[in-house]
Every structure is written in C-alpha cells, then in structure tokens.
C-alpha cells in the first residue's frame, strides 16, 4: 500500500480558504477511489469527498459548492480546496487511498 502525507492545513478565519495536499508514495491513477474524510472532536470520522480515477467526484452536502477535490496523477497528489470555510469545518482532515494519511489540522475561528 502507498504511503500518504497531507499537508495545508492550519488556521483561518470563516469566510476564508485553505488547499489541502496528499502527496502518495506511488503512482495513483490507478486507484480506484481517493478520499478526503474528516474528523471533528468528539464526532465520527466522516467522508467529506471522493474522485475515482476517471475523475468522477461526490460531495457530502455539507461541503457542496464550498469544496473541491481533484488530483494531479503526475505529481502522485491528491487536492482539496476549501473555500468559504466555517467554524464547524474544523477537524482534522484525513486523505484515504489503500491506506490513511496521518491526518492535518483545519482550524476555522476568527
């Protein structure tokens, strides 16, 4: 299974934006589905969005029209950019090839 690191997050203030990054440890065109999931504190891990590799993409309603996922198969990455950010955007956002990232802080507080 790949290795998968995320990074991006961090601190903004609501309204504002963020683009996560997974950088994987191989080649992903060939994975079926690639996720980015959340996990806020005291809640369930949830699904956030997925791109199959033919580009195909689904949003929990949520985050419908606030976020976008895509991937770059060259740079072996997967993307999230999160624009409109709330308060209750924050969790630690996980990305989920054949394996799990280790995780990377949102934080959305003014």
């Known amino acids: 299974q790949e290795q998968l690191v995320e990074s991006g997050g961090g601190l903004v203030q609501p309204g504002g934006s963020l683009r996560l990054s997974c950088a994987a440890s191989r080649n992903i065109s060939s994975i079926y589905i690639m996720a980015w999931y959340r996990q806020a504190p005291g809640k369930q891990r949830e699904l956030v969005a997925f791109i199959t590799n033919g580009g195909n993409t689904n949003y929990a309603d949520f985050v419908m029209g606030r976020f976008t996922i895509s991937k770059d198969n060259a740079k072996n990455t997967l993307y999230l950019q999160m624009d409109s950010l709330q308060p209750e955007d924050t969790a630690v956002y996980y990305c989920?090839?054949?394996?799990w990232g280790q995780g990377t802080q949102v934080t959305v507080s003014s």
């Open positions: 989920k090839g054949g394996s």
